[in-house]
């Protein structure tokens, strides 16, 4: 049986997987790409007033190598980043610490 955190890097990858390669590269996410992965599995996340100059710079922000496209090691900063966020946001309130599954 698998193990939280091996569920989760499961569940990181098959998402970046499920959404890369609708369009164009199967192993890259497009801006359109990005925008649905973001809107669907992230949206507590995101505004729904989120609006296309935004993501126009978090995809400029990802796009390290400026190939207009996203792939898994850029994603994966990305996610690394957001955890680091959640991880602030409960040293800042202890008593919204994740509970042990």
């Known amino acids: 049986m698998a193990r939280p955190l091996e569920r989760a890097l499961d569940t990181m990858v ?10 164009g590269d199967k192993y ?8 649905e992965l973001v809107m669907k599995e992230l949206p507590s996340y995101i505004s729904k007033q989120t609006d ?4 126009q710079r ?3 922000n990802l796009d390290s190598n400026r190939d207009k496209e ?3 090691q850029e ?11 959640c991880n602030e946001d409960f040293e800042d309130c202890p008593d919204k ?5």
Do not use: I, Q, W
């Open 14 to 23: 098959s998402t970046f997987h499920k959404y890369s390669g609708k369009e």
């Open 28 to 35: 890259k996410l497009n801006k359109a790409e990005l925008k």
């Open 52 to 55: 296309e100059a935004s993501f």
């Open 58 to 60: 978090l995809m400029n």
């Open 70 to 72: 996203v792939d898994f």
């Open 75 to 85: 994603y994966a900063t990305f996610l690394a980043c957001a955890a680091m966020m």
């Open 97 to 101: 610490m994740p509970r042990k599954m």
